[in-house]
């Protein structure tokens, strides 16, 4: 896989945090459910979970595959239901939430299908909802530029909208759609040039080392020179959610 989360989780939070533009939807979703019983997958250490929790309190669980992001999250909340598990076969019971969600976790499942699948089964009724991003996004993204490779790796992993949306609606779930959120535009600095540095998304971990040296270099040269960059950052955040109906 190129990197390793139980080795990452001691630093993640220093490079990473929750909610996104994306953030505002995801809880308005889980409102007008009106959802008690609410499942967070891929939960990491905790950063979204403890955001939703703090907005809207509920009955929240939250799973992580890696031991150590898992542990970090446990250290932030007490009031947050935290277990190890993975995600295409949940240790639930079928019909245990209301609502589920997942933010910039499906590019890490290989077996969609069957992720869906036991989203519907562990589903009574409401939403499940995933944070993803979209291939125009990733074609588009400024830091190309710097790293040759960085739209090729991404566009191997992240799944297309369409096919998430279509994966969706063969597990059982209807009026599934999907929404592009945006951040305002930030300019590439030092300080996001850190950010890459610390390789803060998992795409850095998958370059070849020569490239990702040499593209980190010379995006500090540039950030350096005044006016050499004259592009900005937008994060673009694709919400894609459905809906499992009582039975």
């Not at 960085?150 to 597990?171: G, H």
Request: with cysteine.
């Amino acid at each position: 896989m190129g990197f390793d989360f139980d080795r990452m989780a001691p630093s993640y939070d220093e490079h990473r945090q929750g909610k996104g533009p994306y953030y505002e939807t995801l809880l308005g979703l889980l409102q007008a459910q009106q959802a008690n019983r609410v499942l967070e997958l891929g939960a990491g250490t905790g950063n979204n979970t403890l955001a939703i929790h703090a907005d809207y309190p509920c009955a929240l669980h939250a799973l992580e595959p890696s031991r150590a992001m898992l542990q970090q999250a446990r250290q932030k909340s007490k009031a947050i239901c935290c277990l190890q598990g993975d995600a295409i076969a949940l240790p639930y019971q079928a019909d245990a939430f209301d609502f589920l969600y997942g933010t910039y976790m499906l590019h890490h499942i290989t077996a969609l299908d069957a992720l869906m699948g036991e989203c519907y089964r562990v589903l009574n009724k409401g939403s499940v909802a995933f944070v993803t991003v979209s291939e125009d996004f990733i074609q588009n993204h400024p830091m190309n530029a710097w790293f040759p490779s960085f739209a090729k790796v991404d566009l191997a992993r992240f799944q297309p909208i369409d096919e998430v949306c279509a994966t969706m609606e063969q597990a059982g779930f209807g009026s599934v759609q999907f929404k592009h959120t945006y951040s305002p535009p930030r300019a590439i600095d030092e300080s996001y040039v850190n950010k890459v540095a610390n390789k803060f998304i998992t795409t850095y971990a998958l370059l070849p080392e020569a490239e990702f040296k040499a593209g980190v270099a010379q995006l500090k040269e540039d950030v350096a020179t005044p006016g050499k960059i004259k592009t900005t950052i937008v994060r673009e955040a694709t919400l894609v959610w459905g809906y499992k109906s009582a039975k």
